[in-house]
């Protein structure tokens, strides 16, 4: 497992590259306040046959931060454009989670002829306002400040917070979300301001995403629902349906053993068309 840096669109972001070069790309892509380092414990699965890589997003992780807002999904869909183009390793595998999985929706919509597939783990096709405004409410408010690393994994939470996680699993991810501050305190990587979320609404644009699609339900999260998501399939030329049993909202770390068989699953399906 290595970093690389890429510059897209004047900033400097950050992957997690899991091997495989010169195998067709895999990128994974986090949710809303969540790095690449989610994906440790499912896309290292995939090196056999691709080459798995999971992307900070702008704001996230160890991605730069914007000097002015643009957490927009219009700003996150330029980056992915930008890397696809010039990162050189051809046209991958989308796979998003939650608002990553948003942004890859969105992606798809717009550019089907870029990537081999599209995969998207218990995401929207838009944001609720009431949603909207829960959301600007934490960027409004200053992070926490923690005297040690110990500490602020101790007291990482994630949202929504039920988990059917392992603690050494919660623990890693927690490790790789804090950093220290020249006053030796320890806070969250993330710029809060991402949390100011500028959606795009494709509820009447998914019959274009004409690649090969798989829509991930989670069968313990309610937003949305299962029947929402199979009217979501129904709209995409090539799109299936997969449900993921025993997690809630957050499926790579509740129950990354089976997302895995998912994701194959449907993978050998691409591979072999």
Not at 137 to 145: D, I, L
Request: glycine share 6%; charged share 25%; with cysteine.
């Amino acid at each position: 497992m290595t970093e690389r840096k890429f510059t897209v669109n004047g900033l400097v972001v950050n992957c997690v590259d899991y091997g495989g070069e010169g195998k067709p790309p895999i990128l994974f892509v986090h949710g809303g306040s969540a790095h690449a380092h989610w994906w440790d414990f499912v896309a290292p699965h995939f090196a056999d046959r691709f080459h798995p890589l999971a992307i900070d997003l702008r704001g996230h992780g160890d991605s730069e931060q914007c000097t002015e807002w643009e957490y927009g999904t219009r700003h996150y869909i330029e980056d992915l454009d930008a890397l696809i183009d010039s990162w050189g390793f051809g046209a991958p595998v989308l796979v998003g989670h939650s608002m990553g999985g948003h942004n890859t929706m969105v992606y798809a919509t717009r550019h089907p002829d870029k990537i081999r597939a599209v995969i998207a783990i218990d995401s929207p096709t838009d944001y609720p306002q009431q949603v909207l405004d829960l959301l600007r409410g934490y960027s409004e408010r200053p992070g926490k400040r923690f005297a040690s690393l110990e500490e602020a994994v101790a007291n990482f939470r994630m949202v929504p917070r039920e988990t059917l996680a392992k603690k050494e699993v919660l623990d890693h991810v927690a490790r790789h979300t804090f950093k220290q501050t020249p006053e030796r305190q320890w806070i969250h990587k993330l710029d809060r301001r991402t949390t100011i979320r500028e959606p795009i609404n494709i509820g009447n644009d998914l019959s274009k995403i004409t690649c090969p699609a798989l829509y991930v339900k989670v069968r313990k999260s309610p937003f949305p629902d299962l029947e929402t998501a199979k009217k979501m399939v129904a709209k995409m030329p090539h799109g299936k349906l997969a449900v993921l049993e025993n997690s809630y909202h957050h499926g790579m770390l509740d129950n990354p053993v089976a997302l895995v068989a998912i994701i194959k699953d449907f993978l050998r399906d691409i591979e072999a068309s």
